[in-house]
Structures are given as structure tokens and as C-alpha cells.
């Protein structure tokens, strides 16, 4: 049976929560196993994700990012990469590297084992125009961030070189990811989520079905299903 654990942040639109698929496929009924908290945090947590071996990697108001132990104990305070809030985090495909994102327009490459600092890049300038949302390349060392004013850019993570930029969203580029086989991308923004075909740019599925509400958080799984959610929820089929 797969162990789910769900974190809910209750935040303003600007700080949008991340949401995932559990990764094999489980048709078991999810069952509740065990409560374990970590109150370290003096407020919000904008970011959570999982990391191997039972850990979790969170971002917070405190300017970090931290590791954590199955057990609740801290593993990594990876401090001195962000200079204001931490919005979101990512993870690669192969759990060696964890991206994070702030106010400050940073985005930062941690090692997920020595909790080292390894790119730092900067995504922005403009400080009213800072990245929303963050997500690994399922298949290549690329991040993606969403920006406020719209915007998805892709960085090479080794080189922190700009591999495709596209505007994806009138505003607000709150939720954003990519198809299993990392050849399209999703973005949800004010009432409407779009597929691109990342080699041309096409827009090859738009969904504008949210009622005059942003789109804050998106996930794909292996089967194509999407579940784009905000003050409305929908779900749906893309198929490939």
C-alpha cells in the first residue's frame, strides 16, 4: 500500500502549493498511518516534497531550505542561498539535487546528500517579478520555474544557461509541469492551463474551464491524467 502523506499550506495565491501523483500507481484506498509533526517552522511552508529514504525537503519564510529525517529530525539547514522567502522546492529524477525558489528571484541547486550549495541563478531582478512554482525535468538535468508577471523559463542546472522560455500565462504562472516523457509542458495560470509542445512552442491543449479563479497547482501522471487545482477544482484526461 502506498503511504501518502499530504502537507496543506494555507496561503495567499502568490505562494501556491505544490501537489504530486504517488508514483506507483496504487489502486488501494488511502489509509491513514500515522501523524509525525515538524513545528520548526515560525510560519508558513510554502514547499514540500519527498525525498528518498522516507526524508522531506521543505522551503520556509525563514529564508531556508531544510532536509528532514523520516523520524523529524533535521538532516540539512541549507542556508545562504536565499536572502527572502523560500516559495517552493523541486527534486531531480534521480533524488541527487533539489531546487529551490524565492522572493529574492534565486534559483538555487542543492546537493540532496551533503546539503551543499552546487548553482546559484539568478531568475529575476525585478522585484515584482519573482518565481511562484518549480519543477525537475523528469529526464534531464533542466528546472523550470514559473513566474508571477506569466512567464515559464528552463535552466540548464549544470550551466544555469536559459534551454526555453515561453509565456505562458496572462499572469501568474502559479502552477506549472512537465509530461512523463518531458517532451511537453503544462502551465496554469488566471482561469486557464496550456499544453506546449516544447520543441515548437505549439499550444497543443488549452483548458479554460476554472471560473475567473487562477489555476494554483498541476501534476501529470504516467497516465496522462491531469488534476489542475484553486478555488476550483478539475480534473481531466490528455492523453498522448
Same mark, same amino acid.
Given at each position: 500500500?502506498?503511504?501518502?502523506?499530504?502537507?496543506?499550506?494555507?496561503?495567499?495565491?502568490?505562494?501556491?502549493?505544490?501537489?504530486?501523483?504517488?508514483?506507483?500507481?496504487? =489502486? +488501494? *484506498?488511502?489509509?491513514?498511518?500515522? +501523524? =509525525?509533526? !515538524? /513545528?520548526?517552522?515560525?510560519? %508558513?511552508? *510554502?514547499?514540500?516534497?519527498?525525498?528518498?529514504? $522516507? /526524508?522531506?525537503?521543505?522551503?520556509?519564510?525563514?529564508?531556508?531550505?531544510? !532536509?528532514?529525517?523520516?523520524? $523529524?529530525?533535521?538532516?540539512?539547514?541549507?542556508?545562504?542561498?536565499?536572502?527572502?522567502?523560500?516559495?517552493?522546492?523541486?527534486?531531480?529524477?534521480?533524488? =541527487?539535487?533539489?531546487?529551490? !525558489?524565492?522572493?529574492?528571484?534565486?534559483?538555487? !541547486?542543492?546537493?540532496?546528500?551533503?546539503?551543499?550549495?552546487?548553482?546559484? #541563478?539568478?531568475?529575476?531582478?525585478?522585484?515584482?517579478?519573482? %518565481?511562484?512554482?518549480?519543477?525537475?525535468? *523528469?529526464? &534531464?538535468?533542466?528546472?523550470?520555474?514559473?513566474?508571477?508577471?506569466?512567464?515559464?523559463?528552463?535552466?540548464?542546472?549544470?550551466?544555469?544557461?536559459?534551454?526555453? =522560455?515561453?509565456?505562458?500565462?496572462?499572469?501568474?504562472?502559479?502552477?506549472?509541469?512537465?509530461? %512523463?516523457?518531458?517532451?511537453?509542458?503544462?502551465?496554469?495560470?488566471? +482561469?486557464?492551463?496550456?499544453?506546449?509542445?516544447?520543441?515548437?512552442?505549439?499550444?497543443?491543449?488549452?483548458?479554460? /474551464?476554472?471560473?475567473?479563479?487562477?489555476?494554483?497547482?498541476? &501534476? #501529470?501522471?504516467?497516465?496522462?491524467?491531469?488534476?489542475?487545482?484553486? *478555488?476550483?477544482? /478539475?480534473?481531466?484526461?490528455?492523453?498522448?
Amino acid at each position: 500500500m502506498t503511504k501518502l502523506t499530504i502537507a496543506f499550506s494555507m496561503l495567499a495565491v502568490v505562494f501556491p502549493c505544490a501537489t504530486a501523483w504517488a508514483q506507483d500507481g496504487d =489502486k +488501494e *484506498p488511502w489509509t491513514y498511518v500515522e +501523524e =509525525k509533526s !515538524i /513545528r520548526e517552522y515560525h510560519g %508558513p511552508v *510554502p514547499g514540500v516534497r519527498w525525498l528518498k529514504g $522516507g /526524508r522531506l525537503v521543505t522551503a520556509g519564510k525563514d529564508k531556508q531550505v531544510r !532536509i528532514w529525517h523520516a523520524n $523529524g529530525k533535521m538532516q540539512h539547514a541549507l542556508r545562504n542561498g536565499h536572502t527572502g522567502w523560500v516559495l517552493g522546492v523541486a527534486v531531480s529524477a534521480d533524488q =541527487k539535487q533539489v531546487a529551490s !525558489i524565492g522572493m529574492d528571484g534565486k534559483l538555487c !541547486i542543492w546537493g540532496a546528500d551533503t546539503g551543499e550549495m552546487i548553482k546559484q #541563478i539568478t531568475v529575476s531582478t525585478n522585484e515584482h517579478n519573482w %518565481p511562484l512554482c518549480v519543477q525537475w525535468h *523528469p529526464k &534531464a538535468n533542466r528546472v523550470a520555474v514559473g513566474m508571477r508577471e506569466g512567464s515559464v523559463y528552463e535552466f540548464d542546472a549544470s550551466s544555469g544557461q536559459t534551454t526555453w =522560455k515561453q509565456r505562458a500565462a496572462e499572469r501568474l504562472a502559479a502552477a506549472i509541469a512537465y509530461t %512523463p516523457d518531458g517532451l511537453r509542458f503544462a502551465a496554469g495560470g488566471y +482561469e486557464v492551463t496550456r499544453m506546449f509542445e516544447m520543441a515548437t512552442n505549439e499550444v497543443v491543449f488549452k483548458m479554460a /474551464r476554472h471560473d475567473r479563479t487562477d489555476v494554483t497547482a498541476l &501534476a #501529470i501522471d504516467a497516465k496522462w491524467e491531469y488534476a489542475a487545482t484553486g *478555488p476550483v477544482h /478539475r480534473k481531466y484526461q490528455w492523453g498522448n
